[in-house]
């Protein structure tokens, strides 16, 4: 590289995963990190607002940082907000990534990290999305309506429960015999292919100055985030 050239920082974009109990889309995540699939990205802190969750044990067998937040300690609220946004910003998270976190987000993290927080729900959102509709509800819902379809989708994550800006879907057929339980399984495996590659696709359009080589007058196009496909 030549001395007219100025290297914006290439740091990785640094992603604070919140979750409270399984935490397979955060592992699915993290082995697209490990896999060198989502290679500009890192997680620097997984939070669970929950002790003793399979998500946080298996963030700290990979060394990850690990933070258990229970609401149990805080007075209201706004103060555990508070003290979640300054996790984040402590551990100077870029990008937010709830991934089965049962809190509603408050106004400290929402003001803190507008517009760079992102999450998964297992519907075509709108459908069947908002308060309580959370896990088999969502399926059980869908099977009662006799629909045809359903899927998941990632999206921006506002005081809107669910209402967030849509960044991408993955819809599947509901077969005639589906249970709960079968439609549940097809579609957390959708949603471990959409998040990491959705999540790669918003780091780019989101943090572009972060992918940018400038020449003297010209700048490149953003280097790609991948070296392998995650289709
Ligand atoms: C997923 O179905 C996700 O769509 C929803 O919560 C569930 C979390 O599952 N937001 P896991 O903890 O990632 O396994």
């Not at 706004?78 to 979640?84: K, S, T």
């Not at 967030?164 to 339980?181: H, N």
Request: charged letters at 20%; hydrophobic letters at 40%.
């Amino acid at each position: 590289m030549s001395s007219e050239q100025i290297t914006h920082s290439l740091d990785n974009i640094r992603l604070g995963v919140l979750l409270s109990g399984r935490g397979s889309n955060f592992v699915a995540i993290q082995q697209a990190i490990e896999n060198r699939q989502l290679n500009r990205a890192e997680v620097v802190v997984v939070i669970s607002n929950h002790a003793d969750t399979a998500g946080l044990a298996w963030a700290k067998s990979r060394g990850l940082n690990t933070v258990t937040l229970e609401k149990a300690g805080f007075e209201n609220r706004n103060a555990f907000d508070e003290a979640l946004a300054e996790i984040l910003q402590a551990y100077q998270v870029d990008l937010v990534i709830l991934a089965g976190y049962d809190r509603i987000l408050g106004a400290a993290v929402l003001s803190a990290y507008s517009g760079r927080i992102l999450n998964i729900h297992p519907s075509l959102l709108p459908a069947y999305g908002g308060k309580g509709m959370v896990g088999h509800k969502v399926h059980q819902a869908v099977l009662e309506n006799g629909e045809t379809e359903s899927g998941c989708t990632v999206h921006l994550v506002t005081e809107l429960i669910d209402g967030g800006t849509v960044l991408g879907q993955t819809r599947i057929s509901v077969q005639p015999d589906d249970t709960i339980e079968s439609l549940a399984a097809r579609v957390l495996a959708e949603e471990h292919r959409l998040y990491p590659r959705l999540i790669g696709e918003f780091i780019l359009q989101a943090f572009p100055h972060k992918f940018t080589i400038e020449n003297k007058g010209s700048t490149h196009e953003p280097e790609t985030l991948s070296d392998k496909s995650l289709a």
